[in-house]
């Protein structure tokens, strides 16, 4: 027996569905992709920052060891310097957070609307093909007899 137009039609709604679902989740794969690599990357920027400038401080005072002035303001550079750092990537850590809390929310409203297109289409999909298998109702009626609970549903 060939499939109907509308036996067609519910099985292209149940992969369009499914399309929607990998698509949903491939979405939130790779933004959750983007936004870890944004924040690796910055985060590494502000440690290679933090290593140079320490290194840049040693050098001044390898240079001058005996300068206590020098190395007293070179301190207080560093100090200030390594107090912006930590400002930054405590802000970084935060936006990250933060937007990965908004990520997170959206992937999951988008899967949950592909996961209910989903469940529709498979049930309009188990009806129309029990509408016209013939073993259906006697396997329904079967299931029944053996499993009162399902019967009185």
Same mark, same amino acid.
């Given at each position: 027996?060939?499939?109907? #137009? @509308?036996?067609?039609?519910? $099985?292209?709604?149940?992969?369009?569905?499914?399309?929607?679902?990998?698509?949903? &989740?491939?979405?939130?794969?790779?933004?959750?992709?983007?936004?870890?690599?944004?924040?690796?990357?910055?985060?590494?920027?502000?440690?290679?920052?933090?290593?140079?400038?320490?290194?840049?401080?040693?050098? @001044? &005072? #390898?240079?001058?060891?005996?300068?206590?002035?020098?190395?007293? #303001?070179?301190?207080?550079?560093?100090?200030?310097?390594? /107090?912006?750092?930590? =400002?930054?990537?405590?802000? =970084?850590?935060?936006?990250?957070?933060?937007?990965?809390?908004?990520? $997170?929310? /959206?992937?999951?409203? /988008? =899967?949950?609307?592909?996961?209910?297109?989903?469940?529709?289409? $498979?049930?309009?999909?188990?009806?129309? *093909?029990?509408?016209?298998?013939?073993?259906?109702?006697? *396997?329904? @009626?079967?299931?029944?007899?053996?499993?009162?609970?399902?019967?009185?549903?």
């Amino acid at each position: 027996m060939s499939p109907t #137009a @509308k036996q067609t039609d519910r $099985v292209q709604v149940y992969f369009d569905a499914l399309i929607k679902s990998a698509d949903a &989740l491939r979405s939130a794969a790779a933004t959750s992709t983007d936004r870890n690599g944004q924040f690796a990357k910055q985060a590494s920027d502000e440690f290679s920052n933090a290593q140079r400038d320490t290194l840049e401080l040693s050098k @001044k &005072l #390898a240079a001058a060891p005996t300068d206590a002035t020098m190395a007293y #303001a070179a301190f207080m550079e560093s100090a200030v310097a390594a /107090q912006a750092r930590a =400002l930054r990537v405590g802000k =970084l850590a935060y936006e990250h957070a933060a937007g990965t809390g908004a990520d $997170v929310q /959206q992937s999951f409203e /988008q =899967l949950t609307a592909a996961s209910r297109a989903t469940a529709e289409a $498979v049930l309009a999909l188990s009806q129309e *093909w029990a509408s016209v298998a013939p073993v259906a109702d006697a *396997w329904r @009626k079967g299931f029944e007899a053996f499993m009162p609970a399902a019967a009185a549903k």
